[in-house]
């Protein structure tokens, strides 16, 4: 489970964090609750950008996501300028979709509606 799980105080480990290979930026995993994750991204000069789950939402599903299904975000890895982010919602992987935030324009995309190979 992510070091910042309620407010902890532990580092931040290898699993949570990810630098972009040459800009100031970082993007770290953060628990939102016991089952739902997202990502915050750094960026010096910049502040915190963060994932929220309607933005996550409304990128990854076409269709209506019931609550409480946990929507839950991690980050895959740097591809230039974009950070690409696995999202899945449901409790039986209901759905899913691969998202890319972007550093230059501060946006989010879609790059795949399909649930990302495990």
């Known amino acids: 489970m992510p070091a910042l799980v309620f407010g902890g105080n ?3 480990g290898q699993e949570e964090a990810l630098w ?6 970082v993007a770290l995993s953060v628990s939102i609750s016991r089952r739902a994750t997202s990502v915050w991204i750094w960026e010096h000069k910049r ?21 409480p ?10 591809k230039g300028d974009d950070l690409l982010v696995s999202v899945e919602w449901g409790l ?12 230059a324009s501060h946006g989010l995309r ?9």
Not at 52 to 64: A, H
Not at 110 to 118: A, M
């Open 47 to 67: 502040g915190v950008q963060k994932l929220t789950r309607s933005e996550l939402i409304k990128c990854s599903s076409k269709r209506k996501t019931e609550e």
């Open 110 to 118: 879609v790059v795949s509606r399909e649930p990302s190979k495990r």
């Open 10 to 12: 532990t580092p931040i």
């Open 92 to 103: 039986e992987d209901e759905g899913g979709a691969t998202v890319a935030w972007n550093l």
């Open 20 to 25: 972009h290979p040459t800009k100031e930026a």
């Open 69 to 78: 299904n946990p929507i839950t975000a991690e980050f895959k890895e740097w």
